[in-house]
């Protein structure tokens, strides 16, 4: 933490917190409801892939890292209402480290986990045949492995200049957590974090991505025998995948937009406007919206995540009223056993792709 005592000043004290502001309030309500929403429902991906082993495909181990870094990028969301409250950041060196980790570990291993799930879709529209040996889920694992371990070897360059700063005003002080990176050449030091994690952490990605749909349409229509129901089971599984993607382009665009404008805007010294602060904001939300989205796509356009899902609930009321019965039956009674709830599964078409 960096401390400074003006000359003036025997003893410093933390800042007044201000009374809470319109949009305080609506941000604070906004991000409960995401970090709520979004815990519970990647929470239930979680549970879905893990317990029916239908849901164990290529593509859903993929779905899973996402609903993996999406559970670890709300983690940092509690935080972030605090400091809405406080007005100032008040746990600490380890703890600010930790939640720069949650938030930026998902934006790498988010953007190439999609970039990773185009490759596959491309490889199993356009080379069924040959790709039938590629797409596993060991090699499935393997490049999730090699995503996270690049993911948090590209962190580095910005964990290490993660820390609480104290900004000292009239014998009182105010903590924030943030990075302060040195000048890099002539370009100072947020602008050049900025750089780097837009760069790596959306554009190279997108740009892949795109690139991987170019080839991909323009391999399907010169595409002409294929056997209708693997075109249908393909064709869904694209979709999703499709849907999951542009969502994610729409809720970081704003995101990282706003960030290198205020970025270059501190550079140059130049002072925001009320309305590019308030658009900030917003961006803000939609970005961390994106991972309460997530979830939802999955259920409304996918049967197999919306049968699992259904199937989930139907297992837990099962259990919670066996439950109830059991504290007000006699002991004596047999109950029914719990795990006899049947199954729902897609058809296997999809569910091998």
């Known amino acids: 933490m960096?401390?400074?005592?003006?000359?003036?000043?025997?003893?410093l004290r933390p800042s007044a917190k201000s009374d809470l502001t319109g949009d305080d309030v609506l941000n604070i309500v906004f991000y409960t409801l995401i970090f709520s929403v979004g815990s519970v429902g990647n929470a239930l991906v979680l549970y879905v892939i893990l317990r029916y082993s239908k849901m164990k495909t290529v593509t859903n181990i993929y779905i899973f890292n996402l609903s993996v870094a999406d559970l670890i990028f709300l983690c940092g969301m509690p935080f972030i209402i605090c400091?809405?409250?406080k007005n100032q950041w008040i746990f600490g060196d380890i703890v600010c480290y930790l939640y720069y980790f949650s938030q930026c570990v998902n934006q790498f291993t988010g953007a190439f986990t999609l970039l990773v799930m185009a490759g596959d879709r491309f490889l199993a529209v356009c080379y069924p045949i040959k790709s039938m040996g590629w797409r596993t889920l060991s090699r499935a694992y393997l490049a999730?492995?090699?995503?996270?371990?690049?993911?948090i070897g590209a962190l580095a360059p910005i964990i290490i200049y993660v820390k609480v700063n104290r900004k000292v005003s009239n014998c009182t002080y105010k903590t924030s957590c943030g990075v302060d990176a040195p000048i890099f050449g002539s370009i100072p030091g947020v602008t050049a974090y900025m750089l780097y994690s837009v760069?790596?952490?959306?554009?190279?990605?997108?740009?892949?991505i795109i690139c991987?749909?170019?080839?991909?349409?323009?391999?399907?229509?010169r595409a002409t025998q294929r056997s209708e129901r693997k075109k249908k089971?393909?064709?869904k599984v694209t979709k999703l995948v499709t849907i999951i993607i542009a969502v994610f382009i729409i809720c970081w665009l704003p995101y990282w937009s706003f960030q290198l404008y205020f970025s270059f805007a501190h550079a140059l010294k130049q002072k925001p406007t009320r309305s590019a602060i308030v658009a900030f904001k917003?961006?803000?939300v939609l970005a961390y919206a994106n991972s309460m989205i997530n979830p939802v796509l999955y259920g409304f356009t996918n049967d197999q995540f919306k049968e699992s899902f259904i199937s989930a609930f139907h297992c837990v009321s099962d259990r919670m009223f066996s439950a109830r019965r059991q504290s007000n039956a006699d002991p004596t009674m047999e109950f029914r056993r719990l795990d006899k709830a049947p199954i729902v599964?897609?058809?296997?078409?999809?569910?091998?792709l």
């Open 199 to 208: 760069v790596l952490g959306y554009i190279i990605p997108v740009i892949g």
């Open 233 to 235: 089971s393909h064709k």
């Open 83 to 85: 400091m809405f409250v």
């Open 2 to 11: 960096t401390n400074s005592t003006p000359m003036n000043c025997t003893e």
């Open 144 to 151: 999730l492995t090699i995503i996270w371990i690049g993911s």
């Open 345 to 352: 599964a897609s058809p296997t078409t999809e569910a091998d």
């Open 212 to 221: 991987l749909y170019c080839l991909l349409v323009g391999k399907l229509r």
């Open 282 to 284: 917003v961006s803000n």
